[in-house]
């Protein structure tokens, strides 16, 4: 557990054969996000990163949340009385763990969608690099309902990963849809029943696991900059962050996954990875 090195309470730390499971929770709140949880995610997340044994992670809620958003009682409404520049350090920890450190994190990350997830959940679920949900899980842009508009960057989280009628719809109406609906829209990769969806997210993680880590930072975050890249940029920018990630790769990767499949025939690419 993380007494003392600053989560534990609000957040939860498992790892279980390489795979960091990194739980929100609050069941009681529903796995609302409160500075509670800004903290312990921060701290869960710088941890994680010096983490050997921890090469993929995970993040789920307890109970039947995934996470109902923010709190509204102590993320927004008890930081009015503030300092303001302590409410925006909040806002900006809280920006970053669940997009932008998520988004450009070290380690592939998973969103384990086990529930309820509604308005600034959505941007821990896009911020993650893949996301499995259980079939019965409840999604919702709720922002309208109670009358403010998606922010933080709820908006264009899902400007970037839905299609702008279902963005609209979803936005305009706060209608809820569920998993099957989330994974039709492709706004996650799969739905699965509840009860599989440990095994099903356990087995992508351990698919991950197996690739060359450095290289699969480079590539995500490849393709977060050159979508938003004109043509010409993305290919001077793919060709030497190809070159520097080579370069840069201390177990050079591609020159075993090279000769294991020319010189030694010991696998084919097209149908599984070299043994790292
Ligand atoms: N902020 C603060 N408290 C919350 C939140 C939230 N986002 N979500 C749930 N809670 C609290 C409830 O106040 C309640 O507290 P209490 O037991 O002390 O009274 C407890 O969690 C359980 O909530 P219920 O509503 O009783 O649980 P139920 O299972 O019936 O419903 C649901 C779950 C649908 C998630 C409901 O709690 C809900 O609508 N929550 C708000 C969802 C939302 O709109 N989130 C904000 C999105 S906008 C944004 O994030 C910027």
Partial sequence: DGAGKGWGENVTLAIEDGVAWVTLNRPDKRNAINPGIVYEMTAVMDALEGMDEAEVIVITGAGNAFSAGQDLKEYFRETEAWPPHERDKLFAMNAAWQW????????????????????????????????????????GLSEINWGIIPAGIVTKSVSMVMSQRDAMYYIMTGETFDGRQAAEMKLVNKAVPADQLHAEVTKLAQTLKAKNQHVLRGAKTAYH????????????????????????????????????????????????????
Wanted: charged fraction near 25%; glycine fraction near 10%.
């Fill in 225 to 276: 900059h050159v979508r938003q890249m004109g043509w010409d940029q993305a290919l001077e920018y793919l060709m030497a962050k190809a070159d520097s990630t080579t370069f840069r790769d201390r177990t050079q990767g591609a020159a075993k996954g090279m000769s294991q499949f020319i010189d030694e025939k010991r696998y084919r690419p097209g149908l599984g990875a070299y043994d790292r």
């Fill in 100 to 139: 932008r450190r998520t988004m450009f994190y070290r380690k592939p990350t998973i969103a384990a969608v086990n529930g309820w997830c509604f308005g600034g959940a959505f941007q821990v679920l896009i911020g993650c690099d893949l996301a499995i949900a259980a079939e019965d899980a409840t999604f």
